[in-house]
Structure formats: structure tokens, C-alpha cells
């Protein structure tokens, strides 16, 4: 979360006052240094999160064209769990009609106006189908209500009631930062191997018993991707005749 990088812009380890640097535009999501950075050793950023649920859509899900399945971004989820006007602000979400299955990052942030007031991820998984949300939290029980509010929400959204089970069985992070590692890791786990690779007669399981999570892995995994996508962004500037600023990250869509 950016509840920590949000400090550290206003007053950093050596109080520095200069704004992040734009890194990367890829589609929709844009990552500044800030991101990068917290991404390598801290909490991950809102916008961590929403490039990897991009680049999932981007790289993975287009291999599968008959998947429904949605990816919601941490501040479509932000709203689901903070609107005071759920009826009117439902347009803003995707049109779940068709969709099979939802993937929601949880965060436990309170604070309606600030998406980054958080501390702590966990990942909703809902089948839509089977009218059932399965909640992986790696710090116990911490988003439990925040998980069953979005439940709930969705629910009325969705004009469905859903059941909540919570997996007890998530992998354990080891300290109190990798919850959003977790949740990236745990998102392709499951969408790849539960969901996708999954045959249409096939009792699919979404126990998380034995599964292990390299979080270390995980982050120079990201960031290999990053820096590959940087790269292609910067050949393509210099390849093409309307290179747009110097000061513009490079950009993949």
C-alpha cells in the first residue's frame, strides 16, 4: 500500500520534497519511481498492483478467448467498499453480465477520499457462477470484514447472494510487507492453474494446502517485466518520428 510511500513524499528519509518520476506507461497503468521502489523492498503500491492485473490481461488471458473473467483494479475495489451512493456509483464498475468469475484486491483502507490510506492486501476471488467468494488473506484474519463488506456489495450489485468462505489455508507472509506480493502471486496461481487450465468437467479446488509462496521470487519477477517493458517502450521512442517529450516514460500500448 502507499500508506508508507505517502509519508515518504511529504517528508522521505533525508525529508527530500522532489515528486516521483514517471517510469512506465503500459495501457492504462502508469508507474512512477515510487512505485518501482516500494515494489523492490516495501509494501506494493495501488498502481503495482493494478499494472500486474493489466499486464495479466494483456499477456495471459488473451491466450484463453473464451474466459469471462474480470480483474478488478484496487480502485474500482476502493469504491465498491467506500461509496455511500452504491446505486449510482455501480455504473462505474465493469459490466458483469457475462462474467464467470472476479478477482478483487482487498484492501483494509477506511478513508473514502484517499485509495492509499491502507495497510494491508488480501484477494477476493468470486465465482459467480457457483455464487461463492473465496477470501486468501496472508495475515490471518486482517481484511475479514473488509473482504465480507465487498462481498456483500457485490452481491447487491450482481443481485445475487453469494457465499463467503474464507481459505484458511493462504500461505502465511513472514513479516508485514509482502501482502501484496502475495496477492500478485496468488492472482496468477489461481486464474492459471485453478481457472484457466482448468477442463470444463473438472471439480476445481480452491484450497491453497501446501501451496508456497516465494515473495522474494516474486518481486524480481515483477521487475524483470517492468525493466523488459521499459526497454521495448525506449526502442520503440527512439524508433519512431514522433517521440513525444523527453520527459514522457516509455510507453507500451
Request: with cysteine; hydrophobic share 40%.
Amino acid at each position: 500500500m502507499r500508506f508508507r510511500d505517502s509519508m515518504a513524499r511529504h517528508f522521505g528519509d533525508s525529508l527530500s520534497t522532489s515528486a516521483p518520476k514517471p517510469y512506465l506507461s503500459y495501457y492504462d497503468i502508469r508507474l512512477d519511481t515510487e512505485d518501482i521502489k516500494a515494489l523492490k523492498h516495501d509494501w506494493l503500491t495501488d498502481s503495482a498492483i493494478a499494472f500486474w492485473e493489466e499486464w495479466l490481461e494483456r499477456e495471459i488471458l488473451p491466450q484463453y478467448p473464451q474466459a469471462r473473467i474480470v480483474l478488478l483494479r484496487p480502485v474500482v475495489s476502493h469504491l465498491l467498499l467506500q461509496t455511500t451512493d452504491l446505486k449510482n456509483d455501480a455504473s462505474a464498475l465493469p459490466d458483469f453480465r457475462r462474467v464467470t468469475h472476479i478477482f478483487i484486491p482487498i484492501s483494509d483502507s477506511r478513508d473514502r477520499w484517499n485509495a492509499d490510506s491502507g495497510s494491508h492486501w488480501s484477494l477476493l476471488l468470486v465465482s459467480v457462477i457457483d455464487r461463492v467468494a473465496f477470501h486468501y488473506d496472508s495475515l490471518g484474519g486482517s481484511n475479514f470484514s473488509a473482504a465480507r463488506r465487498a462481498v456483500d456489495r457485490l452481491g447487491w450489485v450482481l443481485n445475487m447472494q453469494l457465499r463467503f468462505h474464507q481459505l484458511e489455508d493462504t500461505p502465511q507472509q513472514e513479516n508485514g510487507k509482502d501482502c501484496g506480493v502475495f496477492v500478485c502471486i496468488l492472482m496468477r496461481h489461481l486464474l492459471v492453474k485453478r481457472l484457466l487450465n482448468a477442463s470444463h468437467d473438472e471439480k476445481v479446488s480452491m484450497s491453497m494446502s501446501g501451496k508456497m509462496i516465494d515473495s522474494r521470487g516474486g518481486r524480481k519477477e515483477m521487475l524483470r517485466i517492468i525493466e523488459s517493458l521499459r526497454k521495448e517502450g525506449e526502442r520503440r521512442r527512439s524508433a519512431s518520428p514522433f517521440a513525444g517529450s523527453p520527459n514522457d516514460p516509455p510507453r507500451i500500448d
